[in-house]
């Protein structure tokens, strides 16, 4: 089974001066991929904090991805706490050097060279027509915040996670939940394998309760469903996706 | 100081099938509040993952607020992981028993009876005109996850913590951050009170780099402002809040 945690690191997202877009992005893009997300953490722009983490996310999951923290400024230390983490140094990247000498000449200034920044060891990739490297460091990704720059790193290495498929499900009742809950408890008890979610809705939808079956096998998927489904009324059900 | 945490509960957020929406609602309602927000989890509906989040969010912060898996249905694990957490017994509060009695008569089964379990020693308030009670237990409150119920819920309790603001004030530049990190770094080593934050973006926008300035001395704030101003020439700056 693939796994994986996102840590989400900044402060403009714990200040609400930004809605995070990185959580729900990645959430989304390991769905489809077929990887579990485990967890999703938010914390300031604060080295232990960061590492603490990142050592929570990796005893976790198989996968980590860190949003957030890359660049040239004092609020930049997603690097360098990933590299404490693992208890390697900070270095510079000598690829990225050769980049930003070229870019920035005499301009190339201290600031301008963090971005060269990696932690020993890591794996720094640069890809055809893109301007930055993807940064990894054994199953640490690290990306950066920008939302546009966090879609555009990750859509390079996405393939490299790929596994076999979640399948999900879906019953909608006009019942509430009191009433469905002896029937999940005995759907849930007898397909163990399929993750069996309810969701109520309290407004105007054409339904009372979303009932979601989720899993790696097809087969026993569609079969809880059916179970499920067979134990109440037909006019209980609106709908099925 | 006044500081919270937040854990979201459910996956449905991990699993992407839904985008989640009380995280940036409760981080906009605290710093509205002045109550500074230290970190964000999202976890599973189980509640080894439930109980080890609420003891590290109880560490880290004054207030804790949990979102998610309230109800009656087998992963509606909220109430069990918070008893557990603070080593209490969950138990049926006699108010909200009196409530669905009168709710449900005859058809009160034991799913609905979940809905008046508590951990042992919390309190429950019934506001005028609402539904459902707010629980908390110690600095713990533990709100539903739909979205319209948690704002409700939340609405009713808020002014119990509200504090001393925090302001904010923002610069936006046209320069990047390779030529202003060294004047953040003198300004952040002239104004330690002041939480100074720099947000690059690199698409049509108007500036290239925000920059913004938190802190609950107005004073310092505007001065720490003033200060990377001075340090920059006039036409550098787009505007500012």
């Known amino acids: 089974v693939s796994t994986a945690a996102v840590l989400v690191i900044g402060n403009e997202i714990l200040s609400a001066k930004v809605v995070d877009e990185n959580g729900p992005f990645l959430a989304r893009e390991l769905r489809a991929l077929g990887v579990e997300l485990r967890r999703i953490e938010t914390v300031?722009?604060?080295?232990p904090l960061i590492i603490d983490a990142l050592w929570r996310c990796l005893a976790s999951a198989q996968w980590v991805f860190t949003s957030g923290g890359i660049g040239p400024t004092h609020d930049d230390v997603t690097i360098a706490a990933?590299?404490?983490?693992?208890?390697?140094?900070?270095?510079q990247d000598e690829a990225t050097m050769r980049l930003l000498r070229a870019r920035y000449g005499e301009k190339l200034n201290a600031a301008r060279m963090r971005?060269?920044?990696?932690?020993?060891?890591?794996?720094?990739?640069?890809?055809?027509g893109y301007l930055f490297p993807v940064i990894s460091l054994d199953n640490v990704t690290i990306l950066p915040g920008v939302p546009s720059l966090l879609r555009e790193?990750?859509?390079?290495?996405?393939?490299?996670?790929?596994?076999?498929?979640?399948?999900?499900?879906?019953?909608?009742?006009?019942?509430?939940?009191?009433?469905?809950?002896?029937?999940?408890?005995?759907?849930?008890?007898r397909f163990p394998?399929?993750?069996?979610?309810?969701?109520?809705?309290?407004d105007e939808a054409d339904h009372r309760v979303k009932v979601t079956f989720d899993g790696r096998d097809q087969t026993a998927v569609q079969a809880a469903l059916e179970f499920l489904r067979a134990r109440l009324p037909v006019e209980a059900i609106v709908r099925e996706d």
């Open 115 to 128: 971005l060269a920044e990696v932690p020993e060891g890591a794996r720094v990739e640069f890809h055809q």
């Open 82 to 91: 990933v590299a404490q983490a693992f208890g390697r140094r900070v270095v």
């Open 44 to 47: 300031p722009d604060e080295m």
């Open 153 to 189: 790193g990750f859509s390079r290495i996405r393939e490299r996670f790929r596994v076999a498929p979640i399948f999900s499900r879906a019953l909608y009742f006009n019942l509430g939940e009191g009433v469905l809950a002896e029937h999940l408890d005995a759907t849930v008890a």
């Open 193 to 202: 394998t399929v993750g069996i979610g309810s969701y109520p809705r309290f």
